[in-house]
């Protein structure tokens, strides 16, 4: 499903910026599964599908370590190997929370916290380790807010597995995240899908931002009015779709419509099987039906700005974006990144930079790479060559599998010949303050 928990979130376009003129213009390469088919300039990142470090496919990290999660004790019983991870909580304003924050693990239906932190935010914890950690009344069991009513769109900066791609992960975790908890903040979340029991335990920076100033939501709270009957056909659309029968799925949906037509969550599901259809026109109709029962949820407006990068209309996805992010500016990095490939392709390069530093500042884990493709073009823009070849490197090293991965070392490559000749020049004498 292209929109599902945001792993194919932008890989519906390949080239999203137009080529820029002078030392890296270059061909790049023709999108794959998901794409256009459109062939890419090297002049913006590229977004491929299915790769390690694209744009929206929220990838693994480059972790590496041992596939075996079990060890066999002294009796032959096969034992499950503890995993362990650390890390560390802040407020996206930079310092550390005002007091210790409780780590807790989110696995579908159940929570459960973890330990906490100390007074400056670092964490480690023994997963399943509930010795001396004291459970909330209401974290026992319950579906966690996310997973209803449209919360499967929700992809904090921290929705990517954490394994090297293709590994044999600890499926005791497959579905669960990482979050902290504290009252008056949201967080975001890390999954665990991936990760490995003798894997590099530190997962990064997880960010808390304060509650209140912020108008979106992940889920759709219009919807969660809807009638008992209007619910059912929803979670049956649900099923349906994550089985990919789609046909089933949306009848289910227009179902759910029938009984509640503000079922904004329904309308904003239907729009995303009308996208996969590549029925683009019914798509941005049914999406903006979702926005105007709920004008809050921000489902719609993340598929309606994949829907403006895939036809290319810049200024289309700049005014959404904005939208977007103004709702809530915290919870999507790449709602950053799109709005700065927008303006980067309107030419207005200073508001393109803005975006893009606050899409790195969201995305502490690295997991869109394209943050660095990015930043490395706009340096080239203000011909800061060395630095902009250092975020090309980072790229790279971000995502090796990138498919346009060789087009950018021939930009390297030309950058370092411009570095080089730039180094070659003799310096230019000081006036001398005699003779002036």
Request: glycine share 10%; aromatic share 6%.
């Amino acid at each position: 499903m292209p929109f599902r928990n945001g792993v194919r979130i932008a890989a519906v376009f390949v080239s999203a910026l137009i080529p820029i003129t002078g030392i890296c213009q270059n061909k790049g390469t023709t999108g794959t599964t998901g794409s256009t088919g459109s062939t890419g300039t090297i002049g913006g990142p590229t977004t491929s599908t299915g790769n390690t470090g694209t744009l929206g496919n929220i990838g693994t990290s480059n972790t590496t370590g041992s596939t075996n999660s079990s060890s066999t004790s002294s009796s032959g019983t096969t034992m499950p190997t503890p995993v362990f991870i650390s890390g560390r909580v802040m407020l996206d304003d930079g310092t550390p929370p005002p007091e210790p924050v409780a780590i807790e693990r989110v696995c579908i239906n159940v929570i459960r916290t973890e330990g906490y932190t100390d007074s400056q935010g670092y964490f480690g914890v023994q997963l399943g380790d509930e010795k001396g950690v004291f459970q909330d009344a209401s974290e026992d069991t319950g579906r966690s807010l996310r997973s209803v009513m449209g919360g499967g769109v929700g992809m904090g900066s921290g929705s990517g597995g954490m394994g090297s791609a293709g590994a044999i992960s600890d499926r005791r975790f497959q579905n669960c995240d990482i979050r902290a908890k504290l009252a008056g903040y949201r967080s975001q979340s890390v999954s665990l899908a991936g990760h490995r029991a003798l894997d590099t335990p530190d997962i990064g920076v997880i960010l808390l931002h304060r509650e209140g100033g912020d108008e979106g939501t992940t889920v759709s709270m219009v919807s969660l009015q809807a009638p008992k009957d209007a619910k059912k056909a929803f979670e049956k659309g649900m099923s349906f779709e994550k089985k990919n029968n789609l046909d089933e799925a949306q009848k289910e949906f227009q179902h759910a419509l029938d009984i509640y037509p503000k079922f904004a969550a329904a309308w904003a599901e239907i729009g995303r099987i009308q996208a996969e259809r590549n029925e683009i026109l019914d798509a941005r109709k049914s999406l903006d039906e979702a926005i105007k029962c709920d004008s809050r949820f921000l489902a719609p407006y993340l598929q309606i700005a994949v829907l403006d990068m895939q036809a290319r209309k810049w200024q289309a996805l700049a005014d959404v974006t904005d939208r977007a992010v103004r709702l809530d500016p915290f919870e999507f990095p790449q709602l950053y990144l799109f709005n700065a490939v927008a303006y980067y392709n309107l030419k207005n390069y200073e508001v393109s930079e803005r975006s893009v530093q606050a899409a790195a500042k969201l995305d502490t884990l690295q997991q869109f790479p394209d943050i660095s493709h990015l930043q490395g073009l706009l340096l080239i823009q203000q011909h800061n060559y060395p630095a902009a070849a250092e975020r090309l490197r980072n790229y790279l090293k971000l995502a090796p599998g990138a498919e346009d991965a060789q087009a950018v070392q021939t930009q390297l490559a030309k950058l370092d010949k411009a570095i080089a000749e730039d180094n070659s020049q003799p310096p230019r004498p000081k006036p001398d303050k005699q003779n002036q």
